[in-house]
């Protein structure tokens, strides 16, 4: 009942002060922490955290953040086995800076992220080909994620694609029937279809029209509204659990770990839905990346023990 990850890992460091600097200004800020992130340590650690076996495929890079990656990584019970150290490329990062009302700017440099190819799906063929569950996004090669993807599919697993962020180019044709499903989030949809859904009546049609592009099933992502879904099973909105959010940073990745955790047990796609969004909602609850997912005593908690 596996889910592996083939996808982007960084080291984010976040300063805080109390305001954003101008262009050319020296500010003193008031902190600053480092923590793991990239849409794909974060789904991974959060499917992880639910009690799924889960491993992730990666590249970090020759330098000091690489070792700090994997060590974060492993520790949140992720198997880093097939995390590759690239010499030649530094390891991803993101750089963050925070005012003191919790607005932010954000620089991603890929690094290592930017270079995953065929000789990563191929090292990680037997983890691709025995995982039920494969997640994807887009901040490593496309080309690269879709290879895996043939791998995972031809042995019978499920592969999710989470379109973020939405290339420049768009998203070919091809890439929605490569996939079993889309995940996008509002603004992620809005960029796809040229229409941005604001409603949840519009988040089921917008699914809809994910499926007439070619997507076998779709899931819109609508932040605090909740998320809906269309899909041969069937289709609802599901609205999102009340909850204290303080920062949203992470709650879609945690949203897609939470999903493949529970297709990876066997559940159906409305339940796998409910846990999905329980995962999502709590790491709204609290700062950071990775750090903020759930963990499965919590998400319990909040399905009210179902
Ligand atoms: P992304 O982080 O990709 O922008 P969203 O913000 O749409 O994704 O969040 C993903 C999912 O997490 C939502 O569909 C919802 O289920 C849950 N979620 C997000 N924000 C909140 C919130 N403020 N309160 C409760 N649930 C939330």
Redo the contacts with the bound molecule.
Sequence with gaps: MSVTVFGSINIDVTAYAERIPAIGETLHGTAYKTGLGGKGANQAVAAARLGVPTAFVGRVGGDGFADEAARQIAGYGVDAGLLLRDRDAATGIAVIGVDAEGRNVIWVIAGANGRLDATDVERAQPQLARSKVLLLQIEVPLESSLAAAAVTRAAGGLVVL?P?PVPPSGVADQVYTAVDILTP????TGMLLGTTPRTADDALSSARALRARGARTAIV???????AYSGPEGEAF?P????Q?VD????????NGGLAAGLAQGLSLAEAMRM??AT??L??TRQGSAEAAPTLAEVRKLLGGS
Excluded: R
Excluded at 240 to 243: D, P, Q, S
Excluded at 248 to 255: K, R, W, Y
């Design positions: 989470d973020a989030n509002e603004v992620e992502k609508m932040g605090a509204l909740g998320a599901v999102a659990f009340k909850v959010a949203t940073v992470a709650a879609g990745d945690c949203f999905a969004s999502g909602a790491a709204t």
